[in-house]
Structures are given as structure tokens and as C-alpha cells.
């Protein structure tokens, strides 16, 4: 890996951070706050929230098993998505490399960095080999995005070419981890310290059941966060977000059971779907839901759309024509969807 000096933007290494007046005065013991120019009533929502979560990545570290210092939290995965771009990258001079297809954030926030977007096409079984994806590197490549469990593809990408990827770049691999929950393959954050150059990004939006709060996690070195908590906005984490997260984090075995029986579902749902005459294939998958390819994508969704049953129509989207990516939900609308396609 590059010196980490090398790889943030010039202007972003030199920044002198906005420091807000919980910055500066962090401690609980203290009873009359008038540092912040705060409303004094309407307590508790009158108080600007921790700036750094200090409270909720202390338990998230115990559940993570990350250090504290190693946890960025941000509003939704996207935020760390968009920090990525604005730390690492230059404008009109840098370029990224990712997996396609792949989740669609990391090009639109390269489109608004105004930062190249290469991409490397994925195989037959939607995998990639690490020469591959270096190869589309040269000297102002900055980032390469490998999503694992892939969307909307739903599977692993091979763990030993990810490896291969991270100790050969000179730059900084991401690897989004957002489904890892639902795969039985150990995730990269677990072995975050052996690798100076890696983000893993992780949100409370799948597993957790908890995509209304908008919490993405990205787990790196101190020295990559550190950068991050320079760049992003004084209070980006709500009072509010934070409460709901640490009454998430009281439950871990609760959402162990969610996985679980979303497991379950899954290989019930993949065997249904193999009966249905129009089903041409079904892709392997790691994450809590599946690609399938149907014989005609947009009338199938057009035709549950009418019957109150919203999949995702993913033909347009490249290597997935005439592919539906389906959600695992509750029992009772999984079985909702097949009665629905047994009468298509």
C-alpha cells in the first residue's frame, strides 16, 4: 500500500476539521450546557447528538468484534460510499475499478465526483479473478470496489482472488459486506487488522431489520477513519438513529434468528421457483435474496405489479437480462408471490 498520504486528496490531507462544541467537550459529568447555542427546552431532542456515536460503536465493537476506533458510521452505506470518493479521489484526474454488475451507488457517486468508473465485466458464474481487476488499474487508480455477497448477483466473490486483490493493490480495496449475514463465509471485517488498505463497509439495513434508521458501518484502520471523521459533517448521526441502534444492539440474538429462519425461506422459495414453467435458471446465492431468469422479465413483473407484489425487474441492468431479483420475506408474502406466479 501507497503511504496514506499519497492516496488522500491533497486538500482533504491539509483540511483543519470543523470542530463542533460537543468536539470539544465530550464528558457526561457536567449539568448546564450552554456552549452550543441549543434551545433549552424540549429536552432531549433540544441537544445536538454525539458527533462521533461513542456509545453506540462501544457495544457495536463488542458484537463486530472491531475496535472502537476502527468503526465509521454514517447515514446509510452510501455516506461512506460518497467519503471514499471525496477523501481518496481527485476530480477529473483519478479512477476507480469495479466489479460489474454490481450495486449501483459506487458509479453514481463516482458520476458526481466527477471521477472515472472502470469496470471489469464478471464471468458466466458471476466471478472475477484478481489479475483482472489489476489489470484495469494503472497509476491513478485509487479504489477498487468488490461487493461480496454481490447485488444483484447474491454471491460470494471468490474469497482468495478478493485476498489477492488487496495484497497486490497499491490503493485502497472496498469491500462492501452489506448481505455477509446471510452467508456462511467468514467475514473480511474479522480479519480487518492484517490488511492497512482495507474498508469493509457494513449496514444496519438487512440483517438488522433496520433500514428506516439509514446506519451503514465501514470498519478500516484507525489512520483511513480517522480521515473520515475529518470530512464528514459535525452531527451526520441523529439522536434519534442512535437511540433506535443501541435498542437493535440489545437484541443480537434476535437477529440471529432473523438469518435464520430468512435461510429457511430462501431454499424454500429457490425449490418453488424451479417448478414454475417459466423459471429458466436460477443463480447461486449468499445473500437474502436470489437472481432468477425468467423467459420474459417485464411482463412477469409487470404482471405481479398489478396484483400488489413489487420484485425487482434487473433486465436492463448488464448480464442480468430477463432476470428478477427476489426479496426473501415473510412467510406469508413469499407465499403471496407463488400464488400469484402459479396463476401467471
Request: with cysteine; hydrophobic share 35%; proline share 5%.
Amino acid at each position: 500500500m501507497k503511504p496514506l498520504k499519497e492516496l488522500t486528496r491533497p486538500n482533504i490531507w491539509n483540511l483543519k476539521p470543523y470542530s463542533s462544541a460537543r468536539d470539544e467537550y465530550s464528558g457526561t459529568a457536567a449539568r448546564v450546557f450552554l456552549d452550543a447555542n441549543e434551545n433549552p427546552y424540549n429536552s432531549p431532542y433540544n441537544r445536538y447528538p454525539d458527533p462521533l456515536q461513542n456509545e453506540v460503536k462501544a457495544k457495536l465493537s463488542k458484537i463486530k468484534q472491531v475496535e472502537a476506533g476502527q468503526i465509521f458510521l454514517g447515514n446509510g452505506s452510501d455516506e461512506a460510499i460518497d467519503l471514499l470518493y471525496r477523501c481518496f479521489t481527485c476530480p477529473g484526474k483519478d479512477n476507480v475499478v469495479a466489479i460489474e454488475p454490481t450495486y449501483g451507488m459506487y458509479k453514481v457517486c463516482a458520476d458526481i465526483n466527477d471521477v472515472e468508473y472502470r469496470t471489469v465485466e464478471l464471468d458466466q458464474d458471476y466471478q472475477i479473478t484478481a489479475d483482472r481487476l489489476l489489470n484495469a488499474c494503472n497509476d491513478r487508480t485509487k479504489l477498487i470496489w468488490i461487493c461480496s455477497p454481490n447485488n444483484p448477483t447474491g454471491n460470494n466473490i471468490m474469497r482468495g482472488e478478493v485476498v489477492k486483490v488487496i495484497n497486490a493493490f497499491q490503493g485502497i480495496v472496498v469491500v462492501d459486506e452489506a448481505y455477509s449475514d446471510f452467508s456462511s463465509e467468514q467475514p473480511l471485517r474479522l480479519e480487518l487488522n492484517k490488511f492497512p488498505n482495507l474498508v469493509v463497509l457494513n449496514t444496519f439495513s438487512k440483517a438488522w431489520g433496520c433500514a428506516a434508521i439509514r446506519l451503514g458501518m465501514a470498519f478500516a484502520q484507525k489512520d483511513i477513519i480517522d480521515i473520515f471523521n475529518k470530512v464528514k459533517y459535525p452531527y451526520n448521526i441523529s439522536t434519534l438513529t442512535q437511540k433506535q441502534a443501541l435498542e437493535a444492539l440489545k437484541e443480537p440474538y434476535e437477529v440471529d434468528k432473523w438469518v435464520k429462519t430468512i435461510l429457511l425461506e430462501r431454499g424454500r422459495m429457490i425449490e418453488a421457483f424451479k417448478l414454475l414453467p417459466f423459471c429458466e435458471k436460477i443463480y447461486p446465492t449468499d445473500a437474502n435474496f436470489f437472481l432468477t431468469k425468467v423467459n420474459d422479465a417485464q411482463a412477469i413483473y409487470d404482471y405481479l405489479k398489478g396484483k400488489g407484489v413489487i420484485v425487482r425487474n434487473r433486465t436492463n441492468v448488464h448480464l442480468c437480462g430477463n432476470c428478477l431479483r427476489i426479496t426473501i420475506g415473510s412467510k406469508s408474502e413469499n407465499n403471496e408471490l407463488l400464488s400469484a406466479l402459479r396463476q401467471y
